[in-house]
Structure formats: structure tokens, C-alpha cells
């Protein structure tokens, strides 16, 4: 069977706040920016997870990409070491938007939930098994 050969993967979302999304993922996760300019912002953690935020209605993308991201069906998930510790930091950051408090789960997966500028969901999880 043919495949296609993946080099790295990373999300893009399309959103009007490429600024608040920058600055939110730099401050609250230690993403570095790897690439900025005014319509495009391509960031890295020191773990090598990347993440790319592009603005709407750029000209020269086709039109298929030029709405923006609703906020609705996606999730980041970031695994940590003790989710209960990162909890306790994140209640601690202003603005920080916690949208599900910290819970363990029956399933073996203790995290909460946050939601960026753009809407997106993030999952923050340690995982049990």
C-alpha cells in the first residue's frame, strides 16, 4: 500500500486573534515563535510541539480557507507530568480561562480544561495507565 511520508505534523487554526493566540501559547506553555509575520504566527516548545495561527481572508489562500475557525469540534491535549500541580499554577494566571475544573476520571486520566483566544479547547492531561 502507497502512503504519504510524514515528516512532523502541527495544527494551523484560523483566527482573527493571531496576537492573543501567540501571546497566550508563549506565556501560559513556553512556545517559542519559529516564524512570525502580520498574517501568520508558527509556534514551538522545547518538546516539539508545534502550532501555526493564521488570520482569515487572506487573498492569496484559496476560499475554502478564508472563514475562520468557529471554536467548536477540536481539541488540544497536552500531556503533563501531575495535572492536580498544573491546576493549581493555572488557577493562579489572570485571564486564564478554565472551562473544566480538575477531575479524575474513572478511566484512569486525571485534567481539566482551558480555552484559548481563538476558542480552541485545551485539554491538560496525565495519563494513569
Not at 83 to 111: D, S
Request: charge should be negative; aromatic fraction near 14%; hydrophobic fraction near 35%.
Amino acid at each position: 500500500m502507497q502512503t504519504i511520508g510524514i515528516i512532523t505534523q502541527y495544527t494551523v487554526v484560523v483566527t482573527p486573534e493571531l496576537e492573543e493566540c501567540k501571546d497566550f501559547y508563549i506565556q501560559n506553555f513556553g512556545f517559542d515563535i519559529v516564524f512570525e509575520s502580520d498574517w501568520y504566527v508558527q509556534l514551538k516548545q522545547e518538546n516539539g510541539t508545534e502550532l501555526g495561527f493564521m488570520k482569515p481572508d487572506l487573498s492569496n489562500q484559496p476560499g475554502f480557507l478564508h472563514a475562520g475557525f468557529n471554536g467548536k469540534g477540536i481539541i488540544f491535549t497536552f500531556e503533563v507530568k501531575d495535572a492536580k500541580k498544573e491546576y493549581e499554577k493555572a488557577r493562579k494566571i489572570e485571564g486564564l480561562k478554565i472551562i473544566f475544573p480538575y477531575t479524575e476520571e474513572e478511566w484512569g486520566q486525571k485534567h481539566f480544561m482551558l480555552e484559548d483566544p481563538a476558542g480552541t479547547f485545551v485539554d491538560i492531561v496525565q495519563q494513569l495507565s
